[in-house]
């Protein structure tokens, strides 16, 4: 049986990986955070201490679906609901023309590497998550 990590993982995919592991842990600890602020004042019996976990399970779960998905599970792909324009060449020059090679995007990945990495960033926010629940709050 196929690694999916091993087999898929590439250096380029640091970059992305990374992007995806902040981008996630910081909207979920925005959810998380207005929560505590609207509606813990009504439901007093829930702590952060217990919604931590939760979180971490969720993303727990998120990362198992993507791993059935690599498997050959026929689970659908989140889409985004606008497709970003491409940008206009421009005249100036880019930060780019100064590099060997240009930085590796999420988009730029196969869907492989993409589950991967999308893998990998559910994984580190659900331990993150955990971890952050045996934080006193």
């Known amino acids: 049986m196929k690694h999916p990590i091993r087999d898929h993982f590439q250096r380029d995919m640091i970059r992305p990986l ?3 592991v902040f981008t996630r842990f910081i909207l979920m600890l925005l959810i998380v955070m207005l929560w505590k602020q609207y509606l ?3 439901t007093p019996h829930l702590t952060l201490g ?3 976990p939760v979180v971490g399970v969720v993303f ?3 990362a198992y679906l993507v791993y059935l998905r690599m498997d050959g ?3 659908p792909r989140m889409k985004p609901l606008k497709k970003p324009k491409k940008d206009p060449f421009r005249a100036y020059g880019d930060m ?5 090679e240009p930085p590796v995007s999420f988009d730029d990945l ?4 993409q589950d991967t990495c999308s893998l990998l960033a559910n994984i580190i926010c659900g331990i993150l998550f955990f971890l952050a629940s045996l934080l006193p709050l």
């Open 18 to 20: 990374i992007y995806k």
């Open 60 to 62: 727990l779960l998120c």
């Open 110 to 113: 196969t869907k492989e590497e």
């Open 50 to 52: 217990m919604v931590f």
């Open 96 to 100: 780019v023309d100064y590099l060997d």
């Open 40 to 42: 813990q004042p009504r």
């Open 73 to 75: 599970l026929q689970i």
